[in-house]
């Protein structure tokens, strides 16, 4: 009889790629669905990139590139980091990968042995869990509570470590809760780290999203030993809506680098010639698009914030990055709504996108399932109707309309 390996076996599809795909099918089915669970900006890729793929095709970079990346865009990616983050790194200590997931997931693919533990705090991005399965190691699930904003506490990080932890992941600005780490949390927890002797995964894809007068930290640059047992990722898909170009990038000492491009010369090889080329454009060509894009966000921001707290039944904390809102909707749960049981924010999410035709992801994908995780990476009108929907029908079910 067939039988899938393991390691197979214990995944689990992204639910958030199964949501868009659900409401992008009704959408084929001519039913207009306000579609708040794909985690992409809504805007185009800028002119001046995608002018320098097109030239890159004319000029022939159609062919293999080294492992880890053009020199061109590891050297751009070093001068990034120095500018941006206050990090110095040579290209021989950057890896360019297909995309940050990629990055990610060859990180962890050198730095855990199995059996290894790897601290994830909840709420999660739905891959880092699957990601640490697949290397072999334990996910260690631990509460970054919304009373601390979402973050993830010394106290708490300490009381998770044990002789077999080895990893801990950090994502900041986070999906799916759009916190922001700041100096003074992020020297506490690399204290503990320190002292524990773990290596720190942190997933900054999300840094030129803040709002608020918000800084973006990274953890790395706090200190040298900080430095050295820190894997810094990230790349071009948020901040220049190019998720589909599929460029990420990770930042380490030589040695973890090594492994990492020593590791993706036997699976993907070179990320994509061409979207190398336009990546270089990102990082060395005109910053006001980036800019742009994060004050509408911020908008946004405001707009679906205030208006998922005058839901009833619904509670919304304001996140400081990103392109999420993470609202608590446990007050909903437990008995009927509109004719149906909703026992968990899984079953609202399926009444919300059957009835109201607004799709969300429920929180179990991150960890909570009290919550559900809308991305307002949509236009302006379409959030404000969406809204609209979800109003009408909670009032409706609630008996309150």
């Given at each position: ?49 995608k002018e320098a793929a097109r030239r890159a095709i004319d000029e022939g970079y159609t062919k293999y590139t080294p492992v880890a990346g053009l020199w061109l865009l590891r050297q751009a990616i070093s001068e990034k980091l120095y500018r941006d983050n206050g990090l110095s790194y040579t290209p021989e200590e950057i890896v360019v990968s297909c995309g940050a997931k990629h990055s990610l997931y060859n990180a962890l693919q050198v730095l855990l042995n199995p059996g290894d533990e790897a601290i994830i ?281």
């Amino acid at each position: 009889m067939f039988k899938l390996a393991a390691r197979a076996q214990q995944l689990s599809p992204s639910p958030t790629l199964a949501v868009d795909a659900r409401a992008k099918e009704l959408q084929q089915r001519g039913e207009k669905v306000i579609n708040f669970g794909a985690g992409e900006p809504d805007f185009d890729t800028p002119e001046h990139i995608k002018e320098a793929a097109r030239r890159a095709i004319d000029e022939g970079y159609t062919k293999y590139t080294p492992v880890a990346g053009l020199w061109l865009l590891r050297q751009a990616i070093s001068e990034k980091l120095y500018r941006d983050n206050g990090l110095s790194y040579t290209p021989e200590e950057i890896v360019v990968s297909c995309g940050a997931k990629h990055s990610l997931y060859n990180a962890l693919q050198v730095l855990l042995n199995p059996g290894d533990e790897a601290i994830i705090p909840v709420p999660y991005w739905t891959s880092y869990p699957e990601q640490v399965k697949l290397a072999g190691g334990k996910p260690v699930l631990v509460p970054a509570l919304e009373s601390d904003g979402f973050k993830l506490s010394s106290e708490n990080l300490q009381a998770a470590i044990t002789p077999r932890t080895r990893v801990l992941i950090l994502n900041s600005p986070g999906n799916p809760t759009g916190a922001v780490y700041r100096r003074q949390e992020l020297e506490r927890l690399a204290e503990v780290a320190l002292a524990a002797d773990l290596w720190i995964i942190s997933d900054e894809i999300y840094e030129k999203l803040i709002y608020d007068g918000e800084e973006h930290v990274s953890i790395a640059s706090l200190a040298p030993e900080i430095k050295e047992r820190t894997v810094v990722v990230n790349g071009v898909s948020k901040a220049y809506a190019m998720t589909g170009w599929r460029i990420g990038y990770a930042a380490a000492n030589r040695e973890v680098v090594k492994a990492m491009v020593n590791l993706q010369s036997h699976s993907t090889s070179n990320p994509t010639a061409v979207a190398q080329m336009a990546a270089l454009a990102a990082l060395t060509g005109p910053q006001e698009p980036v800019e742009e894009m994060r004050c509408s966000f911020q908008r946004r921001r405001d707009l679906i914030w205030q208006g998922l707290n005058s839901l009833p039944g619904v509670r919304c904390s304001r996140p400081a990055g990103a392109f999420y809102v993470f609202p608590d909707v446990s007050q909903l749960l437990g008995g009927r709504l509109g004719g149906r049981q909703v026992t968990t924010a899984a079953d609202l999410a399926l009444a919300l996108l059957d009835e109201a035709r607004v799709a969300v992801v429920a929180g179990a994908a991150f960890g909570d399932d009290r919550y559900l995780r809308f991305s307002y990476a949509l236009g302006e009108e379409d959030l404000i109707e969406g809204l609209q929907r979800l109003r009408a029908w909670l009032l409706a079910a609630t008996g309150g309309g």
